[in-house]
């Protein structure tokens, strides 16, 4: 066992047996990690009651399992959304100012503004063309599969009927299990994905190409095979793809890769999460037909960091998906460009009464209530679902984003299984409930008659006589979408009987109860798929429930709403009790509807909603964000890190892997491939100050190009005058004066070209430049910018390219590449401060320093997690409680009269977990 993984195992057990013996003295702790364990649970249970035993077991099952979600959690990294300022950098700069100084108006900046809007405008266009051949695809294939069972049905061949539709939906939904199986991380709906990549977390392979395509081509299939989901989270995930896809210009899953110099701007990560934010946003638009809902979805649940500009990009994303979506509904699914394409995704709402609402004022107090009831049943529906993934975890092993193809097997049996039982249940319903009504007559004076009668020509007549419908089967031998729309709009205003009653109580509540009992099973399956519109259909049967039994007890006298709106109310009050979205949601359902009257009963209803889930659970996409063990940072700090008598220095990272400025190569590549850190601080080595940080993946690109300097008289003499030399460089690139000579024809000096050598010296086709301040100071040949960044994503690997026995006595001079700006905090700032200033900037790694400005440690996105932050605090207060009271000192005079300005292991020495 490595010593890192050796002293993260001893932290493990330590913390353990601190959090359940906070009165056992230290002598003790250190006999837990020494094995004695067994004796110190038999000397706790000699003195504690039987209540106090159960307790303590609770405890530590509790911090094991915290613990290992700690664990867990520490497998994912950070993206880097800070600017790298380095010298390489701002030479970089420098020259590309320097070559437009003539330039008036066609400069760099408005060149780079005018290509980021066309790649802003083509993600939108593209993500709709997708959205709208995926609806077309998936429309025609539930049309071929009903169409076959309805022949099937009038020809009296019930059982024929029955294992036919049952062959079809398994036929679909193996498509759909086999595009996960070719890429696992297509399962799901992907906004959790999206999210935790919004907020920073490096996830593998979730904004591939591949990853796309899997989606697409599995959610069309998950849906036609009539499972309980829909394509609007994978369409969300879908058009983060694409965002992230087209701003980079290349693929490396099909091996396509345009100009560098063309997309140069937006191959970095920062760029990227701003693409993905709108390709998320025009992901919504393209599933409910909701710019501004989209760019609200983006802002609400999607992004952790916002600005203004976002703010225009998302916009105009969205617009330009919404005209697309316009133009190819038309063109493929009308197939004409007319007026008349569908622009409301459920159907637009009309006032029943011309010039009146069609609520009463005093009925949001039970718009209230019935969100209360949406919130209480979401959150049921997420712990149930909670229940089942852990269920599938234990069994098949971790799901989701971090999902392997081991036992993938099992996992398309379940899918086969769970659609099977959905076949069956879904067949047998419309049977057991052979209820044949008459089909509703249009009134054609309506502004509503065309949209009435779609509807009407909709209606399932299933074993039914000519001119009757089957209530059940109108609700499940239709599409998901076509349902929701019965529901919606067959509207009773509770003046009629109760024969006029299009959707019977007792079908609504069987459908109710059936539909969500396997939507809650089917979310988590190994199949692409989403829960907004099962939420929603789901909720349009409850409110629409509610409103037909008020009907009933007010013996239909009109005195309450009519139904269409409690399914409205009922499907939002759902959905918002799920997810926990309000704002973006309630200009979703306006915009989906088309019908502003009912913006308050939505925003009551959702809050109501909301605030009743919230008290019971947190909405499914966090439950499964934890579920996954992924590292997400929430708006709010946690509530341990808002105790104010701890401090940064408590839960940082105190022993950290350091380097210099200069550095033999065998010796910088024994220190960098001893650990798996991302980021190293650069320190000076006479007094341990922090000099900037390096990031682990120019030492990929250095290596690789063997941009080494020639051996000092430190290799040979033995005097080591290579820290001296390099030490006094650095003071005067950092603090002299130095002028540039304005006849110069360029701020960069003479340009050289280097090519990996065995030797390591610098000759071929790869352009290094030396700057002219620099000129004859840097030790090693000075990479360019362009060359440093053009792997980008996937940078060399550094252990890939081990330095022969002659390179290891060359040294490598890594001042030109060093971010000279890092972010920084003094030890003595508390918790909550470094956790709101570590996400509002967006960092991957936070370096503490003492008043010497000498680096003491590191804080990563792990330090800051709950489970984290709360092993150590508990740490540090049972270490305190060992003191005597005339010993115990605040925490602001603990840290004062800590010694914690000492040097950091020099060179790299074994760190606790280090910089990230």
Known sequence: MSKSNAAAEAQRRLSTDL????????????????????????????????????????????????????????????????????????????????????????????????KRWLLVGATGAIIAFLGVGATYVADQLILWKFSLIGGMLANNNTAGAYFGYLALNLALVSVAATMVVIEPVAAGSGIPEVKCFLNGINLPRVMRIKTLVCKLFGVVFSVAAGLPCGKEGPMIHSGACVGAGISQGKSSSIGFDMSFSMFQDFRSDREKRDFVACGAAAGVCTAFHAPIGGVLFAL??????????????????????????????????????????????????????????????????????????????????????????????????????????????????????????????????????LKCKPIPEVLPDTDYASEQQSLVNALVPFRCPNGTYNEMASLVFTGQNTAIRHLFHFRETGADSEEDVTFSAEVLGVFFICYTAVAVVTYGLAVPSGLFVPSLLSGAAFGRLIGSSLHLADNYKGTFADTGTYALIGAVASLGGMARMTISLTVIMLEATGDMQYVLPLMVTLMAARWSGNAICDGLYDIHIHLNALPLLDADPPDVARDHNYLVSDIMSKEVTTVEPVMNVGELYDIVTGTDHANFPVVRKKDARLQGVLARKRLGVLYDLKAFGPATSADTTGTDTTDTAAESQFERLLYEDETEDPAAPSPLGTTAHVHPTSSGTATGDVAVTMPKRAAGEFLSPFVPW???????????????????????????????????????????????????????????????????????????????????????TQLVR?????????????????????PTHRPPTARGGSARRGSE
């Not at 305190?880 to 605040?890: I, M």
Request: glycine share 6%; with cysteine.
């Open 786 to 872: 362009p060359e440093l960044e053009r792997p980008y994503p996937r940078f060399p690997d550094l252990e890939a390219h081990p330095p022969t026995a002659a390179e290891r006595h060359m040294v490598v001079d890594l001042r030109p590449y060093i971010n000279t700006s890092p972010h920084t905090m003094h030890e003595s700032a508390s918790i909550t401060k470094a956790y709101g200033y570590f996400r509002l900037l967006s960092l991957r790694q936070l370096c503490i320093v003492n008043s010497w400005n000498a680096i003491v440690g590191v804080v990563t996105r792990q330090d800051l997690l709950p489970g984290s932050i709360k092993i150590r």
């Open 19 to 114: 959090l359940v013996n906070s009165d056992s003295d230290t002598e003790k702790i250190g006999a837990s990690i020494n094995g004695e364990d067994d004796d110190l649970l038999l000397l706790e249970q000699r003195r504690s009651s039987v209540s106090s035993r159960r307790r303590a077991r609770r405890r530590r099952r509790q911090s094991q399992d915290s613990i290992q979600s700690t664990e867990d959690e520490k497998k994912f990294q950070s993206l880097t959304y800070e600017l790298d300022e380095t010298e390489v950098w701002r030479q970089f700069e420098a020259q590309r100012q320097y070559n437009e100084r003539n330039k008036k108006w066609w400069t760099i900046r408005r060149i780079r503004s005018m």
């Open 878 to 898: 049972s270490m305190h409680d060992h003191l005597r009271p005339e010993e115990r000192l605040s925490r602001s005079m603990l840290a004062k009269h800590t």
């Open 300 to 433: 609400e649940e999607g992004t952790s960091h916002w600005s203004a500009a976002l703010t225009w990009r998302t916009f105009f994303c969205t617009m330009v998906a919404l005209y697309a979506l316009y133009v190819g509904n038309a063109a493929i699914i009308d197939g004409t460009l007319n007026r008349d394409s569908n622009m409301f995704s459920f159907g637009k709402f009309h006032s029943l009464t011309q010039g009146t609402l069609n609520f009463d004022v005093w009925e949001l107090f039970m718009f209230a209530l019935l969100g209360c009831a949406g919130g209480i049943l979401g959150a049921v529906f997420n712990l149930i679902n909670k229940y089942i993934t852990l269920r599938r975890k234990s069994f098949f092993g971790f799901t989701g984003t971090v999902s392997a193809k081991a036992k993938s097997r099992a996992k398309y049996v379940e899918v086969l299984v769970v659609t099977g039982i959905m076949s069956t249940v879904s067949f047998v319903l419309p049977l057991v409930f």
